[in-house]
Nanobody, 114 residues
Framework: QVQLVESGGGLVQAGGSLRLSCAGSGIFFSFSTIGWHRQAPGKQRELVASISRNGQTTYADSVKDRFTISRDNAKNTVYLQMNSLKPDDTAVYYC????????WGQGTQVTVSS
């Protein structure tokens, strides 16, 4: 079982930037496509970006051109660079496979003030 630890969230003004990190344990993490998901209060969790083992990326329309996902397989870490943040980006951010294969971590809170 892979364990996931997210970090890097915080409070930022609209237009600001944050960089999230997702550290995963075990060999399966580095061989898997990893996604960043987010859940805003009262809303369902949604997948916002994913990256394959070889670096192919996908993005939800709502974050395209603002967020960049990347990974360092040697460090078993996936990153999410978030620029031009909007209040609508406020959510708890989690990493997991796109189909949520593993148990969820604690997530990291991102709050964007207007």
């Amino acid at each position: 079982q892979v364990q996931l630890v997210e970090s890097g969230g915080g409070l930022v003004q609209a237009g600001g930037s944050l960089r999230l990190s997702c550290a995963g344990s075990g060999i399966f993490f580095s061989f898997s496509t990893i996604g960043w998901h987010r859940q805003a209060p009262g809303k369902q969790r949604e997948l916002v970006a994913s990256i394959s083992r070889n670096g192919q990326t996908t993005y939800a329309d709502s974050v395209k051109d603002r967020f960049t996902i990347s990974r360092d397989n040697a460090k078993n870490t996936v990153y999410l660079q978030m620029n031009s943040l909007k209040p609508d980006d406020t959510a708890v951010y989690y990493c997991n496979t796109p189909s949520s294969t593993w148990s969820w971590g604690q997530g990291t809170q991102v709050t964007v003030s207007s």
